[in-house]
């Protein structure tokens, strides 16, 4: 059983950057792998990023090369540092740990944070 909860989530201005953070319980985390999504309102969920218990990392094309993810196995942390925001990346950020590798579906995906909400402002 693994639980998890996000954090910084908020509001900033077109451009600027924000950095989200998932804290997970459990003495297995390295095991997992983690994964960003987000839903905006009105549209399906989406695996923002992810990386496997190995540290091989998934962006969506939509981030790449804006958006960075990455794990702390001594912490039981994963981050999502997000730079150069748009308006278009306004959403509820969640995460979620698997077993195995990443996976694109959420579905995939066993356990999942509350959510926190991130608004870019044009």
């Known amino acids: 059983q693994v639980q998890l909860v996000e954090s910084g989530g908020g509001l900033v201005q077109a451009g600027g950057s924000l950095r989200l953070s998932c804290a997970a319980s459990?003495?297995?985390?390295?095991?997992?792998?983690m994964g960003w999504f987000r839903q905006a309102p009105g549209k399906e969920r989406e695996l923002v990023a992810g990386?496997?218990?190995?540290?091989?990392?998934y962006y969506a094309d939509s981030v790449k090369g804006r958006f960075t993810i990455s794990r702390d196995n001594a912490k039981n942390t994963v981050a999502l540092q997000m730079n150069s925001l748009k308006p278009e990346d306004t959403a509820v950020y969640y995460c979620?740990?698997?077993?195995?590798?990443?996976?694109?579906?959420?579905?995939?995906?066993?356990?999942w944070g509350q959510g926190t909400q991130v608004t870019v402002s044009s």
């Open positions: 990386i496997s218990s190995g540290g091989n990392v």
């Open positions: 459990g003495r297995t985390f390295s095991s997992y792998a």
């Open positions: 979620a740990a698997r077993t195995l590798g990443v996976r694109t579906a959420p579905s995939e995906y066993n356990y």
